[in-house]
């Protein structure tokens, strides 16, 4: 394996707004990776970095070793973003033949066909014409028409329904079978769980996590207890937040959350300490908490 992605200390700021704060990673050939985050955590200034759309502010990105904006880079790169600007007045196949134009070894056009479900009908469609989910269909053949090497997707589901998001992710399977290296980004954490062999967790504009899915289920808190109380309130978090055995503690759907290494310990400090709660639950660890810990604003805990 090589590595094919490289960012050192990449910073970058919109006026006073810190988007991406001092990330680096490196990603191998062959790998599917999630960059996952709630909204604005950094994800899609981040692929633009590695797009070559934004410059850094500080820190470097790599392609290939080189500038995403060599023409060595753009011809192994493929890429989908999240709304897909297509020319007007053409058809969905002339516009796939002129993208194949622009790269040196193009896919095969029944092949580019047949991996993105486009019917010969979609083929003849005036892309004006074409539905949100045909111009996403469209984004992801043009995102393979130069057959690259490495394919970034920016939140490529979205707007997809069940059928046309499970098609997705079969030909991303495949694509990952012959491998291509992957790079999407995403919201959805089962997602990330399900395809990607590697996650990167952005909270804003940080790497919060990056491993395995295994790998961040297991580092992290192995369970969780939850409860009500009818005395919720700030000072009853920060009570609760400055138990030894709680690392985090935050509410969701009307219940209070803490988490913890050890939930009788967690739970022998909380009645030690007289707190007001009922109607206490465990939870066992699942990735969806392992995400509401890890991206919650720490902010939250102090009000
Ligand atoms: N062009 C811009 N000008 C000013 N601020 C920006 C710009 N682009 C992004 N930001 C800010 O940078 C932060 C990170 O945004 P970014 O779009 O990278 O997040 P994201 O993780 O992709 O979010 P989402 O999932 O909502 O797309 C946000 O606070 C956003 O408001």
């Known amino acids: 394996m090589s590595t094919v992605i490289e960012l050192n200390h990449v910073k970058k700021s919109f006026k006073n707004r810190i988007a991406v704060n001092d990330v680096s990673f490196q990603i191998e050939s062959g790998s599917v990776t999630a960059i996952l985050g709630p909204n604005g955590a950094g994800k899609t200034t981040t692929l633009s970095m590695m797009l070559g759309l934004l410059e850094p502010n500080q820190g470097s990105v790599k392609l290939f070793g080189r500038s995403p904006k060599e023409r060595y880079v753009r011809e192994r790169i493929g890429v989908m973003l999240q709304h897909v600007s297509i020319m007007d007045r053409l058809k969905v196949k002339e516009i ?133 109380s009818d005395q919720d309130g700030p000072e009853l978090r920060r009570k609760l937040a400055s138990l030894s055995p709680i690392t985090n503690c935050y509410d969701k759907d009307g219940r209070i959350y803490v988490a913890t290494d050890d939930t009788d310990l967690a739970l022998a400090a909380i009645f030690g300490a007289g707190l007001p709660v009922h109607d206490i639950r465990i939870h066992s660890g699942s990735l969806d908490e392992v995400f509401e810990q890890l991206t919650i604003n720490q902010e939250e805990i102090a009000q």
């Not at 029944?110 to 005036?126: A, V």
């Not at 399900?194 to 919060?208: E, K, P, T, W, Y």
Request: proline share 5%; charged share 25%; net charge negative.
């Open 96 to 228: 796939l033949e002129l993208t194949r134009n622009y790269y040196p070894h193009p896919m095969d056009m029944e092949f580019l066909i047949y991996l993105t479900g486009l019917t010969p009908k979609d083929l003849n469609r005036y892309t004006e014409k074409l539905s949100g989910g045909q111009k996403r269909s469209l984004g992801f053949a043009m995102a393979l028409a130069g057959d690259p090497d490495v394919l970034f997707f920016d939140e490529p589901t979205v707007g997809l329904d069940t059928m046309a998001r499970r098609r997705f992710w079969e030909t991303v399977h495949k694509l990952a079978s012959q491998g291509k290296t992957i790079l999407f980004t995403t919201h959805y954490l089962q997602e990330a769980d399900d395809i990607a062999d590697r996650i990167i967790l952005f909270n804003q504009g940080s790497i919060v996590a990056d491993g395995t899915p295994a790998d961040i289920k297991s580092r992290i808190l192995h369970s969780s207890l939850s409860f009500l």
